[in-house]
Antibody, heavy 121, light 107 residues
């Protein structure tokens, strides 16, 4: 059974940093791209970014709203993906979902339950 | 960036009704469109991929169609468990973008 479980969320002050982790199991993690998607309170879904797999050199891409502040990485040996968030703003407050991006990122077929990040003073 | 406009933003329907939700992209996305269902307090769930393919385990009352810039999600006979918010998502180009969502409620 495929499982994705996020951890590391919480309350942080504006300008602060937070690192989310996502532990994956039940599939060959190293084969897949992994993405992060977020959802602000009462709002829709927003793609945050992606880390590709080893054959694609672990390249990353980001939404414009987080580029330069957020970094996505992965550790295939630990079947985990990470989201390092720096220079956090109040508008980054959201539930952050770890997502398996199946078939070279063409669809999000498995989602974690989400991790709440609140940026507030 | 490709904009995806979803309509309506909300609808109210009765059990057994046929429900239709549309997404319009700002450019031709060549069937590169997925549909997701999100129930309250839960993570989204993939329903339809590549515009018209039913994800494994999804009831056959859900279907997707469309081409070019215009796509449709249809629920042929609304069931109480279909109460949720539905999102479309394009993957023709990065950044991946979602429609604004359609909240489906029971009349």
């Amino acid at each position: 059974e495929v499982q994705l479980v996020e951890s590391g969320g919480g309350l942080v002050q504006p300008g602060g940093s937070l690192r989310l982790s996502c532990a994956a199991s039940g599939f060959t993690f190293s084969d897949h791209y992994m993405d992060w998607v977020r959802q602000a309170p009462g709002k829709g879904l927003e793609w945050v970014g992606r880390v590709r797999n080893r054959p694609n050199s672990y390249t990353t891409q980001y939404a414009a709203s987080v580029r330069g502040r957020f970094t996505i990485s992965r550790d295939d040996s630990k079947t985990s993906v990470f989201l390092q968030m720096n220079s956090l703003k109040t508008e980054d407050t959201a539930v952050y979902y770890c997502v398996r991006a199946y078939s070279f990122g063409y669809r999000f077929d498995y989602w974690g339950p989400g991790s709440q990040v609140t940026v507030s003073s | 960036d490709i904009q995806v406009t979803q309509s309506p933003s909300s609808l109210s329907a009765s059990v057994g009704d046929r429900v239709t939700i549309t997404c319009q992209a700002s450019q031709d996305i060549t069937n590169c469109l997925n549909w997701y269902q999100q129930k309250s307090g839960k993570a989204p769930k993939l329903l339809i991929y590549d515009a018209s393919n039913l994800e494994t385990g999804v009831p056959s009352r859900f279907s997707g169609s469309g081409s070019g810039t215009d796509y449709t999600l249809t629920i042929s006979s609304l069931q109480p468990e279909d109460i949720a918010t539905y999102y479309c998502q394009q993957y023709e180009n990065l950044p991946l973008t979602f429609g604004g969502g359609t909240k489906v409620e029971l009349k």
